[in-house]
């Protein structure tokens, strides 16, 4: 079969988990005998094309007025100008049309489509090749992708929001399938409107497969929270740190937590000037595996409504409990008081007190510890997430 991914980035441009699972599924498809191509955006000019381990990767230059994801923040108006021509731009999808009529695809399978717009559909639709919109986030709703504003999540559209998608829910009706990498993701755009005449709607779960583990023995004495990921505020660090303070002033037993991620310069020196502390150690990038080796439990504290949250399965693959906020796909993923604990972020000093019963029930810790890898087996096989896509498109092509 020959299929064509459309994202934003592909490797060796990595945005966030997105293009990680996308690279995965593509290597996955092409081990088992299909013909790839992948298009996604590069901030030079004019379109590039190469074939790496066997895929065929074109990487069309962005028909905005910049790319976003190697330019610094860019001022309130020019944001919107952007949005305003993410909303359809023709450009990016002659650019689409060009790569459908040399490649030949017979199903295009969509992901992130900043860059490309809507226009992704149209043009796939017009050229009667089958499509299947994978949601990572909300960008098919919210330009920012978040549903997220002002410290608060948006319960539906705003009229920003409203405006600049416009089109999109007639458009969505017209692709013939829509997977959500979780419940939670999907059941959000069913809600706003969304895909509702789609004939097929379905939950493919992101899935990494991990390296056996080396898990190092924990120090004893010291019981050690962690964070890993993107530090930004809809994550939730501030937050998480403000917690952490507060038990580490009450309890008798000595606790630490460790940062592992990056961010921007100027967030990140607020955070490291408003948290300093003895206990809280800021890491910068670090590697997974020694990172959840040094760790008692990671925390999730997701302020916005993250649609699965891979670093969940990762820790508890490398049998490290999780405390993961009500938000999001992080529910269908965690099994209160089986492998983690859930707890709701609206509620004043939610996340302290799951903090603190970590610290003050051993036993608890232990069984969900012992419970964490097999509870995470949906999550922990690369294999079957190819699998599901590829019946999806065999089912779609007929």
């Known amino acids: 079969m020959r299929i064509l ?6 490797p060796p441009y990595i945005g966030g988990g997105a293009e990680i699972t996308l690279s995965n599924l593509v290597n996955g498809l092409l081990q088992r005998g299909h ?19 066997g895929v065929k990767i ?18 309130s108006w020019k944001r919107l100008i952007w949005h305003a021509i993410d909303g359809y731009n023709p450009l990016a ?38 499509v299947v919109q994978v949601l990572h986030d909300y960008y098919s709703i919210c330009p920012k992708s978040t549903m997220f504003n002002n410290g608060r999540n948006c319960e539906k559209p705003c009229v920003d929001c409203t405006i600049l998608r416009l089109p999109h829910a007639h458009a969505s009706n017209k692709l013939h399938a829509v997977v959500g990498v979780s419940h939670a993701v999907l059941g959000r755009h069913l809600q706003a409107g969304f895909f509702a005449d789609v004939p097929i709607k379905k939950v493919i779960y992101n899935e990494r497969t ?42 008798t037993r000595q606790v630490r937590l460790l940062i592992g991620g990056s961010g921007t310069d100027d967030y990140v020196a607020e955070l490291k000037r408003r948290y300093a502390s003895d206990h809280i150690l800021f890491l ?42 009500k938000r999001g796909g992080i529910p269908e993923m965690i099994q209160h008081e089986k492998n983690g604990l859930i707890y709701d972020p609206d509620k004043p000093y939610a996340l302290d007190a799951v903090m603190l019963r970590i610290i003050e029930e051993p036993t608890l810790l232990m069984e969900m510890r012992n419970n964490a890898v097999p509870s995470a087996s949906n999550f922990l096989n690369e294999d079957r997430m190819i699998i599901q896509h590829e019946r999806l498109y065999k089912e779609i092509t007929g």
């Open 58 to 75: 074109y990487r069309a230059a962005i028909r905005n007025i910049y790319w976003p994801h190697s330019s610094p923040i860019q001022p």
């Open 5 to 10: 991914f459309i994202n934003s980035l592909y």
């Open 93 to 130: 999808g002659n650019d689409i049309r060009r790569i459908i009529n040399e490649f030949r695809p017979e199903i295009i399978s969509c992901h992130n489509l900043s860059g490309f717009s809507k226009a992704a559909w149209n043009v796939a639709v017009n050229a009667k090749v089958p």
């Open 210 to 251: 991990l390296k056996e583990p080396k898990l190092a023995l924990r120090n004893q004495d010291t019981l050690t929270f962690g964070f890993i990921g993107a530090l930004t505020v809809v994550k939730g660090i501030a937050q998480l740190a403000e917690a952490f303070i507060r038990i580490a002033a009450q309890c």
């Open 284 to 325: 910068g990038q670090v590697d997974p595996a020694a990172f959840f080796n040094q760790i008692d439990v990671t925390v999730v504290p997701s302020l916005w409504h993250e649609p699965l949250g891979m670093v969940v399965a990762e820790s508890l693959g490398f049998s490290v409990p999780v405390i993961g906020a």
């Open 35 to 53: 013909e790839i191509a992948v298009l996604s955006t590069h901030g030079g000019r004019g379109l590039e094309a190469s074939i790496v381990n």
